[in-house]
Nanobody, 115 residues
Framework: QVQLVESGGGLVQAGGSLRLSCAAS????????MGWYRQAPGKQRELVAR???????NYANSVKGRFTISKDNAKNTVYLQMNSLKPEDTAVYYC?????????WGQGTQVTVSS
């Protein structure tokens, strides 16, 4: 059983910053892929950023240069540092863990950016 618990969402003004955290617990494999997705109202869920077990990263074009994903393997925790936030970043952000061919999701955390 795998659990993902997110924290760090909230309301911020445009140009501000937030840091999301996602702690994974349970049967966590060393080789995995963790990432953040987001879903805005009326839109499909989209990839924001992800990181491999060795630290390779990739980002959506819309967040490159503003968001940074990182990981603490000892704590099985992944972070998303979000800077220069824009109103279009408003969404529910979901943590994702891919391992053993299975996808696991957190419950989501709301990020709202006011203009």
């Amino acid at each position: 059983q795998v659990q993902l618990v997110e924290s760090g969402g909230g309301l911020v003004q445009a140009g501000g910053s937030l840091r999301l955290s996602c702690a994974a617990s349970g049967s966590i494999f060393m080789i995995n892929l963790m990432g953040w997705y987001r879903q805005a109202p009326g839109k499909q869920r989209e990839l924001v950023a992800r990181i491999t077990f060795v630290g390779n990263t990739n980002y959506a074009n819309s967040v490159k240069g503003r968001f940074t994903i990182s990981k603490d393997n000892a704590k099985n925790t992944v972070y998303l540092q979000m800077n220069s936030l824009k109103p279009e970043d408003t969404a529910v952000y979901y943590c994702n863990l891919l391992q053993g061919g299975k996808d696991y999701w957190g419950q989501g955390t709301q990020v709202t950016v006011s203009s």
